[in-house]
């Protein structure tokens, strides 16, 4: 039986998501600073400090800081202006902006790398003996061509797979796989089944950093609200 390619576990910018709804419902904003460009916000929960954030601009620049970590982006002018906006922000524009950091923005990403692996291997295994068309659906398939699928597979399971959370452990193991010996007229291109796998996209924008950019975009909302409007997130 072939694996469904599908994504089992959520994207940090998910989490991020999820994570922020449950915290930020009771937030409350303490203007400290407002000077034209160079301003100076507090945001915390009212009944405890957790989850607190300090948020600072100065032309063309905004920082955030405290519980939530340290990041600085720089772009427009104002920049309140620029993270400000309803819906989730545009989490990957917005990582290009970043100036510093305190830990960097992505990071690898074992769940890319599991579905790329999938990806790959449920590619390949369309191909017909001859290589020439896709083949149509799963009964089509020769029972011999079924065996040699389901073995390759357990391969990929034990010694690609059980390394994904190891960046290079995994790689090596992608790079070091071998199916030479599954290589007959039942399976002819075995050998090139991760022969695409260095195009892809293995690393993901932190859990961290995309916090810190709902709690920038959440800021600036309510900064700029009108009086008496909470300014909360969407």
């Not at 989490?15 to 600073?33: E, H, M």
């Not at 391969?155 to 599954?182: K, W």
């Amino acid at each position: 039986m072939s694996p469904v390619v599908e994504q089992t576990e959520k994207s940090n910018i998910d989490k991020a998501l999820a994570t922020f709804v449950g915290f930020s419902d009771d937030y409350a904003l303490r203007v400290i600073k407002d000077d034209g460009l160079y301003r100076h916000l507090a945001v915390r929960r009212p009944k405890d400090s957790f989850y607190s954030f300090q948020i600072a601009t100065w032309p063309g620049h905004i920082a955030i800081s405290g519980d939530l970590g340290c990041l600085v982006l720089s772009r427009e002018e104002d920049m309140l202006a620029f993270v400000a906006g309803g819906g989730a922000p545009d989490f990957q524009y917005l990582a290009q902006k970043v100036q510093a950091s305190d830990g960097g923005t992505r990071e690898w990403s074992p769940r890319l790398f599991a579905e790329a692996v999938k990806s790959d291997y449920a590619m390949h295994i369309t191909e017909t003996d001859d290589g020439a068309e896709p083949l149509p659906d799963e009964d089509e398939k020769s029972d011999e061509r079924k065996s040699a699928e389901a073995a390759i597979w357990a391969r990929i399971e034990d010694v690609v797979l059980d390394d994904a959370e190891d960046e290079h452990a995994a790689l090596g193991a992608v790079q070091a796989f071998e199916t030479t010996d599954f290589e007959d007229e039942t399976l002819p291109y075995a050998s090139s089944l991760f022969t695409d796998f260095w195009d892809r996209s293995l690393y993901e924008l932190k859990f961290q950093v995309a916090l810190q950019l709902l709690a920038m975009q959440w800021a600036a909302n309510a900064y700029r609200a009108e009086p008496g409007d909470p300014g909360m997130v969407a």
